[in-house]
T-cell receptor
Framework: AQSVAQPEDQVNVAEGNPLTVKCTYS??????LFWYVQYPNRGLQFLLK??????LVKGSYGFEAEFNKSQTSFHLKKPSALVSDSALYFC?????????????FGSGTRLSIRP | DSGVTQTPKHLITATGQRVTLRCSPR?????VYWYQQSLDQGLQFLIQ???????AKGNILERFSAQQFPDLHSELNLSSLELGDSALYFC??????????????FGPGTRLTVL
């Protein structure tokens, strides 16, 4: 079965420090991976996606993600965290088995940036 | 702002009742997707419509149904509501169907509370 795992429920980082939000995946075939962010009382916002090509994907708000095929990981990173980055982050993968339309989401990681 | 709109923002109703959630996709998008976000189940795909036709089905209960109209807006109908149906319901849209590389853009959601 296709799935993504976010091993950390919460990540705490000081403002100005680098941040990493972890994600590992399990898929059949080539993975199509996404990161979304959910701010309080708002919908999910698309950050970035990996389809093919360069293993380092750049996205919105200064975020980037590193695709690592050997470790089946797609970690979200940012060099310098901002307090405004505090939100719930979801890693997701396209379900290539039952329906390519379907996105399977991880359980989410709450990122808290302290001033 | 993703360009996807959902109404209403909040809905409070009683068990056994029926409600309709509405979604307008981004301009030019032909696909509409519905997702449910609950504390115990996380984010789950319910159903997809493309240009008026059902294209993919996920974990959607028989009490739930959806449709997409000629103007491409979509409605999700929830009937015989139970306490466990309380959740945040998201609509997303994209310009294609069945392409794992396309991006789904999410609306702000409708928070349903069943009392």
């Amino acid at each position: 079965a296709q799935s993504v795992a976010q091993p950390e429920d919460q990540v705490n980082v000081a403002e100005g420090n680098p941040l990493t939000v972890k994600c590992t995946y399990s898929v059949s075939g080539n993975p199509y991976l996404f990161w979304y962010v959910q701010y309080p009382n708002r919908g999910l916002q698309f950050l970035l996606k990996y389809i093919t090509g360069d293993n380092l994907v750049k996205g919105s708000y200064g975020f980037e993600a590193e695709f690592n095929k050997s470790q089946t990981s797609f970690h979200l990173k940012k060099p310098s965290a901002l307090v405004s980055d505090s939100a719930l982050y979801f890693c997701a993968v396209r379900d290539m088995v039952s329906s390519a339309s379907k996105i399977i989401f991880g359980s989410g990681t709450r990122l808290s940036i302290r001033p | 702002d993703s360009g996807v709109t959902q109404t209403p923002k909040h809905l409070i109703t009683a068990t056994g009742q029926r409600v309709t959630l509405r979604c307008s996709p981004r301009s030019g998008d032909l696909s509409v997707y519905w997702y449910q976000q609950s504390l115990d189940q996380g984010l789950q795909f319910l159903i997809q419509y493309y240009n008026g036709e059902e294209r993919a089905k996920g974990n959607i209960l028989e009490r739930f149904s959806a449709q997409q109209f000629p103007d491409l807006h979509s409605e999700l109908n929830l009937s015989s509501l139970e306490l466990g149906d309380s959740a945040l319901y998201f609509c997303a849209s994209s310009d294609r169907s069945g392409d794992p590389a396309d991006t789904q853009y999410f609306g702000p959601g409708t928070r349903l509370t069943v009392l």
